[in-house]
T-cell receptor, first 110, second 113 residues
Framework: EDQVTQSPEALRLQEGESSSLNCSYT??????LFWYRQDPGKGPEFLFT???AGEEKEKERLKATLTKKESFLHITAPKPEDSATYLC???????????FGPGTRLSVLP | NAGVTQTPKFQVLKTGQSMTLQCAQD?????MYWYRQDPGMGLRLIYY???????DKGEVPNGYNVSRLNKREFSLRLESAAPSQTSVYFC????????????FGEGSWLTVV
């Protein structure tokens, strides 16, 4: 059974304090690993797709990396507007479904 | 530039009542999904439709039915609502095998009392 776990459940950072969020997964064959950002009262917003171990993607203060068992979302010098819940999901090679983790709730304090 | 549109945004139902959540996408996507999101449990798949005319059960289909009316529209029906169906519901769509980016609607907040 495909599974995704995320840690920590919640994270509080001071503005400018860099950190990383973890996404661990088990999947029969990985078609893609996805990161989403979700603001309160909104639908998830796409950030990155990673397809194979060793791949990295960057967008502003965010950088996503992928190994065979986990992915990290690195946040460099975060700002209060980066506060949100970050969701990780995987899609198996032979499947239509996306399996989501429970998310990490990030708060960045000014 | 609407993307994925869901209605209604908010709904309160009494136990046993029925209702339909509507979803439409204007991106010509093949596949559409209905997820529910509950605190601490992440997004769980209820039903999906890989293409027009097909539907399949996901992880938590009990108590729900779906209709893929055409390529644009995918509705979710609760025949006899139960308090356990209180949740936030998200519709999503994707072009499979083309980056596989899944796009979500803004959500429908459903409370069953």
């Amino acid at each position: 059974e495909d599974q995704v776990t995320q840690s920590p459940e919640a994270l509080r950072l001071q503005e400018g304090e860099s950190s990383s969020l973890n996404c661990s997964y088990t999947v029969s064959g990985l078609r893609g690993l996805f990161w989403y950002r979700q603001d309160p009262g909104k639908g998830p917003e796409f950030l990155f797709t990673l397809y194979s171990a060793g791949e990295e993607k960057e967008k502003e203060r965010l950088k996503a990396t992928l190994t065979k068992k986990e992915s990290f979302l690195h946040i460099t010098a975060p700002k209060p507007e980066d506060s949100a819940t970050y969701l990780c999901a995987v899609q198996a090679t032979y499947g239509q479904n996306f399996v989501f983790g429970p998310g990490t709730r990030l708060s960045v304090l000014p | 530039n609407a993307g994925v549109t869901q209605t209604p945004k908010f709904q309160v139902l009494k136990t046993g009542q029925s209702m339909t959540l509507q979803c439409a996408q204007d991106m010509n996507h093949n596949s559409m999904y209905w997820y529910r999101q509950d605190p601490g449990m992440g997004l769980r798949l209820i039903y999906y439709s890989a293409s027009e005319g097909t539907t399949d059960k996901g992880e938590v289909p009990n108590g729900y039915n779906v209709s893929r009316l055409n390529k644009r529209e995918f509705s979710l029906r609760l025949e006899s609502a139960a308090p356990s169906q209180t949740s936030v519901y998200f519709c999503a769509s994707i072009i499979q095998n083309s980056g596989n980016t899944i796009y979500f609607g803004e959500g429908s907040w459903l409370t069953v009392v």
